[in-house]
């Protein structure tokens, strides 16, 4: 959408730059909440302990750090009674297939039964507060009102059909919800279990460059959350990014460049299928060779980390004040728990990187009811124009050759599009999604990935329960699905899907697989 409006030069109406900010909003807030409690907190929090706790000292300990209401004493032993079912019939339910009792474990029984309770919260949250995007969006996931040149949802404040002041309304009320949940939940959580966790300040943290390409556009044209990269950990400068600079490699990647050493920029980005991995039964993969179907995406030859953690230090280092007050803020309660200071440093590590998402949906919450009011006053001034008009749809106003890029930060990271266009028809359009970034092999000069340079040193208390790498990579919201298409070892698509499956919100591609996503 981007990289076709940035090709053709459309600018796109205040409204919808608005709607879009609206709309990415509550998608992070209900995303990272997902992220920290259904896919990463298990990582840290031993549910079978939960039922040893005493619900009276789980609810003071749930009182003492927040004042949100389900927080007595019979609440917490109603919880505990449910998982006490679970573990009594053997069948664990969402919680199976864990390390539970793994030594890595340090939460007390009354933390983890707190976290538990709030783990089955959350359920029903994200549930409720992320009806925006059906007001705005027609559904979630996969939103159906983007368009090229802004956004099909009208504004008409006498239609039903349309935005109007009952939208307006529901939106208020679900992110004043949305926020309550962060404030009084999500946050007090982080900052209870991180003092336990302390020394995973120390872990995870690989190379240290991160990259945000900036988002959530303000009417000036600026970004609110700033664009540029950072190296080698050096929070004293931002680099300025160029899109040109980015190059992908596939030098240790399933595919075929005619000179391997070099990279392509994705205007020029080629997908040649090269599997040459092991066959049946599966040895283990030769990391000097080639070793995966993601590609090796640089900037100026450095791999970059994206994600929750880049955009928070990209800001901090830029000096965005609410980002810096946050983190802070975040910092300075970590300090009072460990008995001395911990400075920006600690976010260089999979507890910063679990921090710094915490710290984004703080941020991001608090913006949305702003981002209503914006849409407001736009609508006030008698603007409801939330599209760039027809003229755009003919081909005779286009040019015969165009090419232009679309960039986005996604909950889970920097996401860049790339089109070239050539007879008005897409001569090449190539992606790099967030997970290609971030899982990213080695490239022709032997430079890892940010996984592989977070795992570097990583201590493993059970070799064949390795909940220690679990940490790290979870921390990086991975999603290989979003990454590669699955092929066989011919080269095949096994299969090739335009719609879900009509039985399941899971998409055959993914069952085939073995793979699970939420997207």
């Not at 004493?73 to 009792?101: C, H, I, M, R, T």
């Amino acid at each position: 959408m981007r990289a076709v409006e940035d090709a053709l030069k459309i600018k796109v109406p205040n409204n919808a730059r608005i709607l879009r900010n609206i709309i990415e909003g509550i998608q992070y807030v209900q995303d990272h909440v997902i992220h920290f409690y259904h896919l990463h907190a298990l990582d840290w929090v031993d549910v079978v302990s939960a039922t040893t706790a005493d619900p009276k000292a789980t609810s003071a300990l749930a009182q003492s750090i927040s004042d949100w209401p389900k927080s007595s004493e019979d609440y917490f032993k109603g919880v505990q009674d449910k998982l006490l079912a679970y573990v009594g019939s053997g069948q664990l339910g969402p919680f199976a297939n864990a390390y539970w009792g793994h030594p890595a474990y340090k939460l007390p029984p009354e933390a983890n039964l707190m976290a538990v309770a709030h783990y089955l919260e959350a359920l029903d949250w994200q549930r409720d507060v992320i009806r925006a995007h059906a007001l705005l969006g027609a559904k979630n996931p996969h939103l159906q009102t983007y368009l090229v040149g802004g956004m099909s949802t009208p504004i008409d404040p006498t239609s039903q059909a349309a935005i109007n002041a009952d939208t307006i309304i529901t939106l208020k009320e679900l992110f004043t919800r949305a926020k309550a949940f962060v404030d009084k939940v999500y946050l007090p959580d982080v900052l209870a279990v991180a003092p336990f966790y302390l020394d995973w300040a120390g872990i995870g943290g690989g190379d240290g460059n991160f990259l945000s390409y900036g988002d959530f556009d303000q009417a000036d044209g600026s970004y609110w959350l700033p664009q540029g990269y950072i190296l080698g950990k050096n929070l004293s400068k931002v680099h300025p990014l160029d899109h040109k600079q980015i190059s992908e490699h596939v030098a240790h990647s399933w595919y075929n460049y005619e000179d391997e050493k070099k990279g392509l920029h994705p205007w020029d980005g080629e997908t040649n299928p090269n599997y040459t991995g092991p066959k049946p039964p599966y040895e283990f993969l030769n990391t000097d060779q080639k070793y995966t179907w993601m590609k090796a995406p640089r900037v100026d030859n450095h791999a970059m980390e994206v994600g929750p953690l880049a955009r928070m230090l990209v800001a901090y280092a830029s000096g965005h004040q609410r980002v810096q007050e946050v983190v802070n803020f975040v910092l300075a309660e970590l300090s009072k728990a460990a008995g001395a200071t911990i400075g920006p440093e600690a976010l260089f590590s999979t507890l910063g990187r679990t921090a710094a998402r915490c710290i984004e949906t703080v941020i991001v919450a608090e913006k949305l009811n702003e981002w209503v009011d914006e849409l407001i006053a736009s609508i006030k001034s008698g603007d409801t124009q939330t599209h760039a008009g027809p003229d755009m749809w003919n081909p005779d106003n286009w040019p015969a050759e165009a090419e232009g890029w679309g960039r986005t930060e996604a909950p889970r990271g920097a996401l860049g599009h790339w089109i070239r266009i050539k007879d008005k028809k897409i001569a090449n359009y190539q992606a790099i999604v967030p997970s290609t970034w971030n899982c990213s092999p080695r490239d022709a000069n032997g430079e890892m990935g940010p996984y592989e340079s977070a795992l570097k040193g990583t201590p493993v208390a059970v070799p064949d329960q390795p909940l220690e790498i679990l940490r790290t990579v979870h921390s990086f919201d991975p999603c290989m699905a979003c990454g590669v298409h699955l092929m066989d070892a011919q080269g095949n698509e096994l299969v090739k899907v335009s719609v879900n499956s009509p039985t399941t919100n899971v998409s055959p591609i993914l069952q085939l697989s073995g793979l699970k996503s939420r997207d």
